[in-house]
């Protein structure tokens, strides 16, 4: 879809800058003597339009390259934003040369008026410089789950000024499913507040874990192989294409500790996707629980004077 729209538009900008290009040339013909007074600003016009086409035809030319590698989806949006960057600054040096007489008379005017809007337009100039960083430092990518000050969500927009994220828990979940609201926040808040991502390509998972309580007279070592039973299977079922066999670092454990309302609890701590962490706690409850449950004799439940 996105290859198709890229190729309109790579028509598009062809046709007009064969266009602008004819009447760089046609407007010298005889035909328009009598516009001869407008004749050198039609020329200078229609070579600056061409050169801006021809710009914007070479970054789609761009984007269609890199949509047709396999980069990650992160990697891929922030090179889609840098060439449309790059587009915009190389067209606006070329109306800025159309406007001033030359070059230099451009980059002093330029020189001036960044000057002013600095002081003006302070917090976007930083929020812009953050979204530099953010693209050099690769602190988190669109399809990250982040947390920056309180908010927490998975990134689905990184602009040039401030980035957008869906929403995790938040004020009305009490799990890590999308609350369906979106946070906005400028870049600038990126350079002052710590980051923490929970995604990577490097490490997929982080660590999540799952009390279940028990009574202090159980089989702790049946409970135990249970958990990790339920652990191990969804595991192989969920993630298929990681082998815990060749990474020990990813093998589920179960420990022991006593609740303060004076009963036990037995706690897996396993491995999971920051996107599934809810999914994955329901799959191995589901699971654990009937291998538990259908042997009342090694695993007793905190009910009545069992506590």
Known sequence: MENQHNKKWV???GSVAVVLIAIYYLIN???FESWSSYIPFVRKLSLSLFLISIIFLISKLIERLINSQNHLEGDRYNLLRIVRFLAIVFSLIVGASFLFQNLYAAAVSFGLISLVLGFALQAPISSFIAWIYLILRRSYLVGDRIQIKGFRGDVIEINYLDTS??????????NDRRSGRTIRFPNSL?????????????????????A??????SDL??????????????????????DMKKHAQ????????????????AVVSYPVEPTDTTGRRNRILKYALPLMNNAPDKVQFPEGSVR
């Open 190 to 210: 990126i350079l002052r507040e710590e980051i923490i991502n929970y995604s990577g390509p490097q490490i997929p998972f982080i660590w999540n874990e799952t």
């Open 212 to 217: 279940i309580q028990i009574a202090f007279t």
């Open 250 to 265: 990813w093998e589920p454990a179960v420990y022991f500790r006593n609740n303060i309302y004076a009963w036990m609890e």
């Open 165 to 174: 994220i869906l929403e995790c828990s938040g004020d009305y979940l009490g």
């Open 11 to 13: 028509i598009i900008y």
């Open 221 to 242: 070592q049946f409970v135990e192989d249970c958990l990790l039973e339920a652990a191990r299977r969804d595991f192989a079922a969920q993630y298929p294409k990681y």
């Open 29 to 31: 013909l005889p035909l």
